[in-house]
């Protein structure tokens, strides 16, 4: 991603590196106000119909950039959206991935002891049942 900002203007271009459009450019165009950057942007191909709107707000004092992608499914005919985050830096796109993994890590663990737990309750209780049966 590439862009240049002149006052409230906002121009670029972004090159997608994955998914179903990777090495696709667009072109994107808006104006920075009020926290908000809402951007339009459509594939540098005329040919392809690849087009939509990006509305992001600024948080965490400029250290990301989040909100929402219209764009226009081909596949469905129908309009969809999807959450977008764009990161200032690779560090603080580094942070968060790394909290995101402690944070699995530790719900991964969780999850593991509650399924211990369940276990040697069914188990006292099929032990119980056991025994009155006898």
Known sequence: MNIKRHGHNITGTLTCLNTLDKGNSYSIHGSFRNMILPLIYENDDKS????GTITLKCMMDGKI???KLALYNTREDNIDETAVTWFRSTEELNKVLEHI???????KEEIEKAIE???KDLEKQKNE???QTN
């Open 48 to 51: 392809r119909t690849d087009r």
């Open 65 to 67: 950039l989040k909100g």
């Open 101 to 107: 993994k402690e944070e699995r890590e530790r719900r």
């Open 117 to 119: 737990k369940t276990k």
């Open 129 to 131: 049942i056991k025994n």
